[in-house]
């Protein structure tokens, strides 16, 4: 469906989007109370159109969110990718985990994995996060990942922290990756 490559981690398998991965995202798009962080929660066709979109998004970059899904049950947790929206400044690292998989470090195995892949595969570096001043849990895994707050800024219409991640090639980030990944 998508060109996306195959990303192996401890516990988890990044792959591009699949029809069955719908439903999970649909149920987070529609019920979650994360969406409040990055927009709002959206309606089923909302829902059907950022999917799409994801998968659009692989089409026209070469890149975008891969679906995390834990090895072991091979259930959709969320997505970690890179995108680069419109009026993005440039790609950015992204995540998104779907109710019931937060709390386990998912995102930050999997964060580790893609920045890996994105700086090595795809010369993508350093990459930045932009979140919501008051999405908590996104702050603390940009820290927990080494990002740097860049500045503060105003995109597609929402106030945004940017923030620097490190290059994949950075000490740093090597052994989280190391750690990740094993």
Same mark, same amino acid.
Request: some cysteine; glycine content about 10%; proline content about 4%.
């Given at each position: 469906?998508?060109?996306?490559?195959?990303?192996?981690?401890?516990?988890?398998?990044?792959?591009?989007?699949?029809?069955?991965?719908?439903?999970?995202?649909?149920?987070?798009?529609?019920?979650?109370?994360?969406?409040?962080? !990055?927009?709002?929660?959206?309606?089923?066709?909302?829902?059907?159109?950022?999917?799409?979109?994801?998968?659009?998004?692989?089409?026209?970059?070469?890149?975008?969110?891969?679906?995390?899904?834990?090895?072991?049950?091979?259930?959709?947790?969320?997505? !970690?990718?890179?995108?680069?929206?419109?009026?993005?400044?440039?790609?950015?690292?992204?995540?998104?985990?779907?109710?019931?998989?937060?709390?386990?470090?998912?995102?930050?195995? *999997? *964060?580790?994995?893609?920045?890996?892949?994105?700086?090595?595969?795809?010369?993508?570096?350093?990459?930045?996060?932009?979140?919501?001043?008051?999405?908590?849990?996104?702050?603390?895994?940009?820290?927990?990942?080494?990002?740097? /707050?860049?500045?503060?800024? !105003?995109?597609?219409? /929402?106030?945004?922290?940017?923030?620097?991640?490190?290059?994949?090639?950075?000490?740093?980030?090597?052994?989280? *990756?190391?750690? *990740?990944?094993?």
């Amino acid at each position: 469906m998508t060109p996306a490559p195959t990303l192996t981690t401890a516990r988890l398998e990044l792959r591009g989007p699949q029809k069955r991965d719908l439903a999970a995202f649909t149920a987070w798009v529609t019920r979650s109370e994360r969406m409040a962080t !990055v927009g709002g929660k959206g309606t089923e066709r909302d829902a059907w159109r950022g999917f799409i979109a994801g998968i659009g998004h692989w089409q026209w970059h070469g890149y975008g969110f891969f679906t995390v899904a834990e090895r072991r049950t091979g259930m959709a947790a969320g997505r !970690v990718g890179v995108i680069n929206h419109i009026e993005w400044p440039q790609p950015e690292l992204a995540w998104h985990m779907f109710d019931g998989f937060e709390g386990k470090s998912y995102a930050f195995e *999997a *964060a580790c994995a893609v920045r890996e892949w994105a700086g090595r595969s795809l010369g993508l570096q350093p990459l930045i996060s932009l979140i919501a001043p008051d999405n908590l849990r996104s702050l603390r895994l940009a820290s927990r990942l080494g990002a740097m /707050e860049e500045r503060r800024d !105003v995109v597609d219409g /929402e106030k945004v922290i940017i923030f620097r991640h490190l290059s994949h090639d950075d000490p740093r980030a090597v052994k989280q *990756a190391a750690e *990740a990944i094993a």
